[in-house]
């Protein structure tokens, strides 16, 4: 509903709420670019802080329908304040079982690098489930 906003196609949310008891929603979105308003980086996750009213729903803390450019609160949330719930420094022989999604096992697109070859992962891009190709 407003195509000169930087932002476009907001949704697909998630609510967050910090230890401090702040909230914020993580959505994703798309920047178009040019005049063909072609979005080169694909979906992006933004973060939006968010207010609850008193019946209940949550709002857009800084008010109206349409994302903010700038998430300025987000500064103030400490470092790190959300568990995981498991950490994996990938140095076992093998990945941890955690690493499983869905529909396809880590060993597709998930790969240990040995530490001769200078440690780490490699993630490697996959088609779609629904991809003709």
Known sequence: GAPEHPLQ???????????????????????????????????ETALQKIEWTEEGWPILAHGGNHPALECPTLAQV?????????????SGQVLQPRWNSLREA???WLHRVPESAGGGIRLEGRCSLASTF
């Open 9 to 43: 196609k907001s949704g697909h949310a998630s609510l967050l709420e910090m230890e401090d008891g702040q909230w914020f929603l993580a959505h994703l979105c798309s920047r178009p670019v040019g005049p063909r308003g072609r979005c080169i980086l694909g979906r």
């Open 78 to 90: 400490p470092p790190s304040p959300l568990q995981l719930g498991f950490y994996d420094d990938f």
């Open 106 to 108: 880590t060993e597709g």
